[in-house]
C-alpha cells in the first residue's frame, strides 16, 4: 500500500508542477502547487526560490519563512536551495473532510526588504480509503408472508474519498429469493435497497445470507462488504397434520381406569408457539367418550378413564384435534377407533317366567311348567351357553325358542311320592374361563284324588267276648289316604247284609268319623260264633275313591254254662246205679263218666273229681278221663254198697262244675254179667244206642288227643331253644299259634290261630300275645295251658 501510495504521489507531483508553470507569476503575487495526499516526507512540492525568483544565497539571509501553522505542520523550506517538502504525512480528508476542494494556503515572508507572498498548496484526493459498513452485519427479519416487490432499505457504506473515490455502487451476492435496487439522491448519494422477488416459505427456507458489496470508482477500485442476514419470520401458515388420519386400537373390556390405549402424534412444521401443539377432544366427540377416555393435552395419550362395556358398545370413535397456538390457531382432525375385546364376564342370566310353579300331578307327559328365558350378554363363545337340569328327575328343557326354554315334564309324577321339586338349574356359557348362573325352579305338585283311602290291615279280626254290654265300642278301624285335604278325608260306613236273618245294623254300628265299631247287642257265642262283615271308607275327593275290608267279629267263649253228665244217668234226685263183681281186681274199670259242656275250649275242657266214696280208698276216678277203677282188690270187709260223688268241672274262669252220684253194688255171683257186661260191645244183640255214643266221643276224643299230643311234641322241640333259659320260671311266655306256623319264623304280627270254634284260621292282631303255661302237675302229662300274656282286652283269649 505505502509503495502504491508513492507510486501516486510521484505522478501527482509532475502535474502539480505543470500547472504551477502556469500561476507563479506574483510578485507579492500567488503562487499554486498541488500535490496528492499521503506523499512520502520529504517528497517534493515545489521549487519556492525558483518560483520566487530569488536568489538561492539570499534566502537565508533574508530570514525565509512560512507563516501559516498548517502548512509548517506539514511542510518545511530547505533554506539552502529553496525546495518546500513534504514534512508530514498529508491526509486529505483529515485537513480537510468531505470538502471538495482542499488547500493549504500560507504566506512567506522576506526581510531586507521585507517581501510577503501569498501561496497554497492543493492537497488531491487520492483513493485511499475503501467503502465501509458500519456494521460488518446487517440482520433483516422477514415475515414470510411479505409479498413480492416489497423493498427494505439497506444501510448504506461510507467512503471518505470523494468524487470518483466515494461509492459508486452497491452489488449483492446472486439470490433467486433477492435482489437490490440502488438510488441516487440528489445529493449524490447511492441509497440501496433489498428487493423481494418471489415469495418467501419459511417452512422451505427459514433464513439467507447475503453479501453486500459497495465498490468506488477509483483506481485501483475499492470496495467494502457487509454480511446481510435474513431470518424469515415464521408465520402460522401450516396446521398441525397428524400421524394418521384414522388411528386403530383394540381394548380388553376390563381393562382397568389408567390403561394408555394409544398415542396419537401429530407434527406442525410452523415453529414456536405456531408449532406448539395441545389434543384435545373435538366438538363432536360424545359425552360418553369424554366420561370413558382421557386424552393428555400435552402428550396426545389416550387413557382409559372409565369402565368399559363390551355389552354397552362394542367399538368407540374418538375425534380428536391438534391445535397450535398461534394467532389465529390452526387444528388438525382426526378420528381415533378404539375396538373393544369382549371378556367373559357376563355370566348367563336366567329369568324363569313364575317363581312357583303348580302343576296337578296328573299332568300328561310333555306339559309345560314354566318358561326359562336365558341371555347372556357377551358376545361369541362368551356368549353362548348350554343350559342343564338334572337327569334323574321327571322334569326336561325344550328349547322353543333363541334363549327360551321350556321345563316339561318327562315322566309321571306323583305327588304321594314327591310333592315338591327344587329342580337346580344352570345355565353356563362357553367362555374361557367358563361363567355359570345357577337358578333353583320350585315346583309344587298338586293334589289329585288318585289314592283311595288304605286300611291298616288287609283284614280285622274282632275278639268279642259274649254277653257283652250292647252299646260299647269293640274295635275301631283305620284307614288313611296318601291324598290331601279333602282327598284325604276318609268317612266309614258298614255294607249291609243279613247275619242269622237280622240285618247287620241291628249288630254292629259304626262312627263314620273315626271308624269305631259299636257292638249293638249282646253275643251269645254259644248261637254265633263269627261273622264277616265290610267296613267301606270313603274319601270326600271329586269324584270319591273308596275301598273296603273285611272284618271277622270273632265271639269268644265265656264259660257260661256248666258242664252236663250225659252218662251214667241218673234219675232226678236218685245216683245211678253201677254192678260191681267181687272178684274184680285192681284197675277193673266200673263206668266212664260222660260229660259234655256247650262252652268251648278250656270251658269246655272237663276235669274228674272225686267228691265223696264210702271207701276212699277203694275207688279213684281218672282226672281227665272220668273213668272209675277199683284202686285195689275188693275185700270181704268192703261194704257192698258204695256211693260215690263225682264232680265234673270245666276249667273256665271261674270254672262251672256238676256231681253225679253213682251207686256201686259189689255182687259176689254175677261173673256171667261182667263177662257179658264186659263184652257188651263185641255183642250185637245188646249194643245199645247209649253205647254207640260212647264209641264215637270215645274215638273222637282219642284222635284230638292224639293231635294235641302232636302238637306238644312240635311246641316242646321248639321251646328246646329257649327252655334252658325259661324252664326254671314258673310260667315261660310263648307265643302261640298255628301248628304249621309255630315252626316257622313269621312276623309276630302275622301270628295265626286256628280257633277251635270257627274252624278258619284268622289273623291274630299284633298287640295280642299268648303265653303257654306249664303247670307243675302237667309237667308229666304234657297238658297245655294257653293264657294271655300282657293282652290288652279280657276278650281277647286263646
Ligand atoms: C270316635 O269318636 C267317638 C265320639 O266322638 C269317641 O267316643 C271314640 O272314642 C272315637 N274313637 C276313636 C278310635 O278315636
Known amino acids: 500500500m505505502a509503495d502504491s501510495a508513492m507510486n501516486a504521489a510521484s505522478a501527482f507531483k509532475t502535474c502539480a508542477f505543470m500547472f504551477m508553470v502556469c500561476t507563479p507569476d506574483l510578485i507579492f503575487g500567488r503562487i499554486r502547487y498541488s500535490i496528492p495526499e499521503e506523499l512520502e516526507l520529504g517528497a517534493f512540492v515545489g521549487n519556492l526560490a525558483q518560483d520566487l525568483r530569488l536568489n538561492v544565497p539570499q534566502l537565508s539571509s533574508r530570514k525565509l519563512r512560512l507563516t501559516s501553522d498548517t502548512v509548517a505542520q506539514y511542510m518545511k523550506v530547505n533554506l539552502e536551495n529553496g525546495i518546500l517538502s513534504v514534512r508530514e504525512r498529508i491526509d486529505r480528508e483529515h485537513v480537510c473532510g468531505q470538502r471538495n476542494i482542499c488547500t493549504i494556503s500560507f504566506e512567506v515572508i522576506l526581510e531586507n526588504p521585507l517581501e510577503v507572498y501569498r501561496g497554497e498548496v492543493e492537497i488531491l484526493d487520492v483513493n485511499d480509503n475503501s467503502p465501509t459498513f458500519r456494521d460488518s452485519t446487517i440482520a433483516l427479519q422477514i415475515a414470510e408472508t411479505i409479498a413480492p ?317 259274649e254277653n257283652n254290654t250292647p252299646g260299647t265300642s269293640i274295635f275301631a278301624v283305620t284307614a288313611s289316604d296318601l291324598d290331601l285335604d279333602l282327598n284325604s278325608h276318609v268317612s266309614y260306613a258298614l255294607q249291609e247284609k243279613l247275619i242269622q236273618n237280622l240285618p247287620m245294623s241291628s249288630y254292629l254300628s259304626i262312627n263314620s268319623m273315626n271308624g269305631s265299631i259299636y257292638a249293638l247287642r249282646s253275643f251269645d257265642y254259644e248261637e ?31 264259660n257260661d254254662n256248666p258242664p252236663v253228665i250225659v252218662s251214667p244217668s241218673a234219675q232226678r234226685g236218685s245216683a245211678a246205679i253201677e254192678v260191681l263183681p267181687q272178684s274184680a281186681g285192681q284197675g277193673y274199670l266200673v263206668t266212664k263218666i260222660m260229660a259234655t259242656d256247650e262252652d268251648s275250649g278250656q270251658n269246655a275242657r272237663l276235669l274228674y273229681q272225686m267228691v265223696k266214696s264210702t271207701e276212699p280208698s277203694l275207688f279213684n276216678v281218672g282226672q281227665s278221663t272220668g273213668e272209675i277203677r277199683t284202686a285195689r282188690n275188693i275185700l270181704e270187709s268192703d261194704p257192698t254198697t258204695q256211693t260215690l260223688v263225682i264232680l265234673v268241672k270245666d276249667n273256665g274262669q271261674p270254672s262251672l262244675s256238676s256231681t253225679v252220684t253213682i251207686q256201686i253194688r259189689i255182687m259176689e255171683n254175677i261173673t256171667e254179667r261182667i263177662t257179658e257186661s264186659n263184652n257188651l260191645v263185641s255183642s250185637p244183640e245188646n249194643f245199645s244206642d247209649l253205647n254207640l255214643y260212647f264209641i264215637v266221643i270215645f274215638a273222637c276224643t282219642s284222635i284230638l288227643f292224639l293231635v294235641a299230643i302232636i302238637l306238644l311234641i312240635g311246641i316242646k322241640c321248639k321251646q328246646d331253644r329257649t327252655i334252658t333259659q325259661e324252664y326254671n320260671s314258673p310260667s315261660c311266655c310263648y307265643k302261640c299259634g298255628d301248628s304249621n306256623d309255630t315252626f316257622n319264623h313269621r312276623p309276630a304280627m302275622e301270628e295265626t290261630l286256628r280257633y277251635p270254634g270257627t274252624g278258619r284260621i284268622v289273623r291274630v292282631p299284633e298287640v295280642h300275645h299268648y303265653s303257654v303255661s306249664l303247670s307243675p302237675e302237667s309237667a308229666k302229662s304234657d297238658f297245655l295251658f294257653l293264657k294271655p300274656c300282657g293282652a290288652p282286652t279280657s276278650r281277647v283269649q286263646c
Open 528 to 558: 254265633l260264633k263269627s261273622f264277616q262283615i265290610y267296613v267301606q271308607a270313603h274319601d270326600a275327593g271329586v269324584p270319591p275313591l273308596s275301598s273296603s275290608v273285611t272284618v271277622n267279629v270273632i265271639i269268644l267263649d265265656q
Open 149 to 465: 416487490g416489497v423493498g427494505f432499505p439497506l444501510e448504506s457504506a461510507e467512503d471518505p474519498d470523494i468524487g470518483v473515490n466515494a461509492i459508486t455502487a452497491y452489488t449483492i451476492s446472486s439470490s433467486e429469493y433477492f435482489s437490490l435496487k440502488t438510488q441516487t439522491t440528489e445529493d449524490g448519494f447511492i441509497i440501496a435497497k433489498l428487493l423481494l422477488e418471489k415469495p418467501l416459505d419459511r417452512e422451505v427456507q427459514s433464513s439467507f445470507q447475503l453479501v453486500l458489496t459497495a465498490t468506488d470508482g477509483g483506481t485501483p477500485q475499492r470496495s467494502g462488504t457487509a454480511q446481510i442476514h435474513i431470518t424469515v419470520v415464521d408465520i402460522n401458515d401450516n396446521p398441525p397434520v397428524f400421524d394418521h388420519e384414522i388411528y386403530r386400537g383394540s381394548l380388553r373390556e376390563d381393562a382397568p381406569r389408567g390403561t394408555l390405549v394409544m398415542k396419537v402424534k401429530a407434527t406442525d412444521i410452523d415453529e414456536g408457539m405456531n408449532a406448539e401443539l395441545t389434543y384435545v377432544f373435538s366438538k363432536l366427540a360424545s359425552a360418553r367418550v369424554r366420561e370413558l377416555f382421557s386424552l393428555d393435552p400435552q402428550t396426545g395419550e389416550i387413557w382409559v378413564e372409565g369402565p368399559l362395556d363390551f355389552e354397552e358398545a362394542q367399538d368407540y370413535s374418538l375425534n380428536i384435534q391438534a391445535v397450535d397456538q398461534g394467532l389465529p390457531a390452526m387444528l388438525a382432525d382426526s378420528k381415533v377407533l378404539i375396538k373393544v375385546i369382549d371378556v367373559n364376564d357376563n355370566a348367563p342370566e336366567v329369568k324363569v317366567t313364575s317363581g312357583v310353579s303348580k302343576i296337578p300331578e296328573n299332568s300328561p307327559l310333555g306339559t309345560i311348567i314354566t318358561l326359562i328365558n336365558v341371555i347372556d350378554r357377551d358376545s361369541g363363545a362368551n356368549g353362548q351357553f348350554h343350559c342343564d337340569i338334572p337327569k334323574h328327575l321327571p322334569f326336561r328343557l325344550q328349547i322353543s325358542s333363541k334363549n327360551h326354554y321350556e321345563l316339561i315334564t318327562s315322566e309321571p309324577l306323583d305327588r304321594e311320592s314327591v310333592p315338591e321339586y327344587k329342580i337346580p338349574f344352570v345355565a353356563r356359557d362357553l367362555g374361557s374361563p367358563s361363567l355359570s348362573t345357577h337358578e333353583n325352579i320350585q315346583i309344587v305338585i298338586s293334589d289329585i284324588n288318585d289314592n283311595e283311602p288304605r286300611f291298616s290291615e288287609s283284614s280285622y279280626n274282632i275278639y268279642v267276648m
